[in-house]
């Protein structure tokens, strides 16, 4: 009997010391936050190059022909004289132009792009423990009186049984 009674005193012991609570809460907040600048320009040149060249000439042609026959004959040959003279003028006048034009353009444009993000990261943990001493808390009275009962019928048991026995 005495057996029974000292396991039954450390079982209860046992349990009334594993009764021990600690409450935890823990509350996390984090804030992100994403700061973007952006800077941009932008330089366009233009420039246009316009080359004209013109020609022009005027060129006169003047040509002149001139015929000329003496034919003098006698001493028997009878014609004694026949003279042609005949005089031709040709006159020509050429006049070109000559037009020749370039056009070119040229546009540069040059951009310049700069982001700069910041970024920051703000957490915060608060924990709050909270630790109760006590062996037994509220429900758990419950599991203590049937663990004296559970102990009381178990050494009445096994006290009946030796006395029969």
Not at 70 to 91: A, H, L
Not at 121 to 141: A, F, H, L, Y
Request: net charge positive.
């Amino acid at each position: 009997m005495k057996k029974a009674l000292t396991i039954s005193l450390l079982i209860l012991i046992c349990l009334a010391l594993a009764g021990c609570r600690s409450n935890r809460e823990m509350n996390r907040k984090t804030e992100l936050s994403s700061e973007t600048a952006k800077n941009a320009s932008i330089l366009t040149k233009d420039s246009a190059d316009i080359k004209t060249k013109s020609s022009s000439s005027k060129e006169k042609v003047h040509n002149e022909v001139r015929y000329l026959e003496v034919t003098d004959f006698n001493p028997d040959g009878t014609i004694k004289s026949i003279s042609k003279e005949w005089r031709g003028i040709d006159q020509q006048e050429k006049e070109s132009s000559h037009q020749e034009s370039s056009d070119n353009s040229v546009k540069e444009t040059k951009v310049d792009s700069t982001s700069v993000t910041k970024a920051k990261k703000k957490e915060e943990v608060k924990k709050k423990n909270t630790d109760d001493s006590r062996p037994i808390q509220g429900s758990e009275w419950i599991y203590f009186v049937i663990g004296i009962v559970v102990i009381f019928i178990i050494s009445k048991v096994a006290g009946s049984m030796r006395k029969k026995g």
